[in-house]
């Protein structure tokens, strides 16, 4: 049973318009969650991420929104640039050392030109 | 400031085989996580050293093992190596076993 979903395997975007990604979880013990990119050949990046005592956090161009009632998050990518075309990973855990990051199957982000 | 770098970058094994992969955490990083990426799947979670003990670990059977050296350096071993078992291995390392984790390349094992 996936306790992490991202249930679009891809989605593709016009440059300049913005890219919305989501992620549903079943796990109410996760409070920490986490958004990475991934490039072909390359390990995970970082992204950004959110606390459950947050309903968002925004860097940049990046803003994360948690629902917890909905126990559901979403990466809002504004705007969007070619470059921003790779794997997204959703990914949580819960407060207690040692635990495990779960992660969702990713989507595929395609920006175009 | 060197990042988490990880070898072999390929490596091709036969059933029963084992195996050994290698991992050098980014400078200053105590903790050290592997994780095993099958094919359009996202990274799950094998195990996490800290400070050279195994403190956490997932749904993965003994013959998954691991080491963590004083330098904080790690190894993931293999033995008896299965079909299923190929896939792009990562390795993560953080300072803490809650902060942020920072990936390296990975290592893509394949088994015939």
């Known amino acids: 049973d996936q306790q992490v979903k991202q249930n679009s395997p891809s989605l593709s975007v016009q440059e300049g318009r913005i890219s919305i990604l989501n992620c549903d979880y079943t796990n109410s013990m996760f409070d920490y969650f986490l958004w990475y990119k991934k490039y072909p050949a390359e390990g995970p990046t970082f992204l950004i991420s959110?606390?459950?005592?947050?309903d968002k956090n925004e860097d940049g161009r990046f803003t994360v929104f948690l629902n917890k009632s909905a126990k559901h998050l979403s990466l809002h990518i504004v705007p969007s640039q070619p470059g921003d075309s790779a794997v997204y990973f959703c990914a949580a855990r819960g407060n207690q050392a040692g635990t495990a990051l779960i992660f969702g199957k990713g989507t595929t982000l395609s920006v175009s030109s | 400031e060197t990042g988490v770098t990880q070898s072999p970058t390929h490596l091709i094994k036969t059933r029963g085989q084992q195996v050994t992969l290698r991992c050098s955490s980014q400078s200053g990083h105590n903790t050290v996580s592997w994780y095993q990426q099958a094919l359009g799947q996202g990274p799950q979670f094998i195990f996490q050293?800290?400070?050279?003990?195994?403190?956490g670990r997932g749904n993965f059977p003994p013959r998954f093992s691991g080491l963590q050296f004083p330098n904080y350096s790690s190894e993931l071993n293999v033995n008896a190596l299965e079909l299923d078992d190929s896939a792009l291995y990562l390795c993560?390392?953080?300072?803490?076993?809650?902060?942020?984790?920072?990936f390296g390349p990975g290592t893509r094992l394949t088994v015939l």
């Open positions: 050293y800290y400070r050279e003990e195994e403190n």
């Open positions: 959110i606390s459950s005592i947050k």
């Open positions: 993560a390392s953080s300072w803490g076993q809650l902060n942020e984790q920072f």
